[in-house]
């Protein structure tokens, strides 16, 4: 069985600070993908990224990044220098690669950037 | 570009009567399609997948059914609606040539009184 653990719940911040939130996950497949979501106040999942299991380098775009480790089961995001628009749920996801794989998600963790 | 519309956007019904929510997706054939359900402890709950017409997939037994009459067309119903069945019901779509990554509809918040 697949597992996501957002141990986090909620975190605040004040702009400008660095945050990172973590997730760290259970599976027994060998190749898998492992995607991040922000879910702002509007409701809307926003597909952020999507990392395949078999690629551990670390990927950053803009203010984001993400640092994988196989070794720790972990997938961690960090926002750089956070803004206030950067409040959000984010949720951590994965996925096997069989065709008939699903989403597991973690329960998500309440970011709050304060002016 | 593809595109995934949700309506309605808010809902109110009251307990015992008849539910349909619709998803619909533009700029992409043969879709697989999801309902998901968030209730108020954040977490999604993936009620139903489909990889093609007609063909659907319960994930949990509950009081919902989803029905996919058309190629791009995700249909979430219920004849009786519970207290229970409140909550932001979220429909999305991954490409059927690869399973990976999905992408979610404005979703809809169903509150039953």
């Known amino acids: 069985a697949q597992k996501v653990t957002q141990a986090q719940t909620e975190i605040s911040v004040v702009e400008k600070e660095d945050v990172t939130l973590d997730c760290v996950y259970e599976?027994?497949?060998?190749?898998?993908?492992l995607f991040w979501y922000k879910q702002p106040p509007s409701g809307e999942l926003v597909f952020l990224i999507r990392r395949n299991s078999f690629d551990e380098q670390n990927e950053i775009s803009g203010r984001y990044s993400w640092n994988f480790q196989k070794s720790t089961s972990s997938f961690n995001f960090t926002i750089t220098a956070s803004q206030v628009v950067d409040s959000a749920v984010y949720f951590c996801a994965l996925s096997g690669t069989g065709a008939n794989s699903k989403l597991t998600f973690g329960k998500g963790i309440t970011l709050s950037v304060r002016p | 570009s593809q595109t995934i519309h949700q309506w309605p956007a808010t809902l109110v019904q009251p307990v015992g009567s008849p539910l349909s929510l619709e998803c619909t997706v533009e700029g992409t054939s043969n879709p697989n399609l999801y309902w998901y359900r968030q209730a108020a402890g954040r977490g999604l709950q993936l009620l139903f997948y489909?990889?093609?017409?007609?063909?659907i997939s319960s994930e949990v037994p509950q009081n919902l059914s989803a029905s996919r009459p058309q190629d791009r067309q995700f249909i979430l119903s219920s004849k009786k609606l519970l207290l229970s069945d409140s909550g932001f019901y979220l429909c999305?779509?991954?490409?059927?040539?690869?399973?990976?990554?999905?992408?979610f509809g404005p979703g809809t918040r169903l509150t039953v009184l």
């Open positions: 999305a779509w991954s490409s059927s040539r690869a399973l990976v990554e999905q992408f």
């Open positions: 599976t027994r497949d060998t190749t898998y993908y």
């Open positions: 489909s990889v093609g017409i007609g063909q």
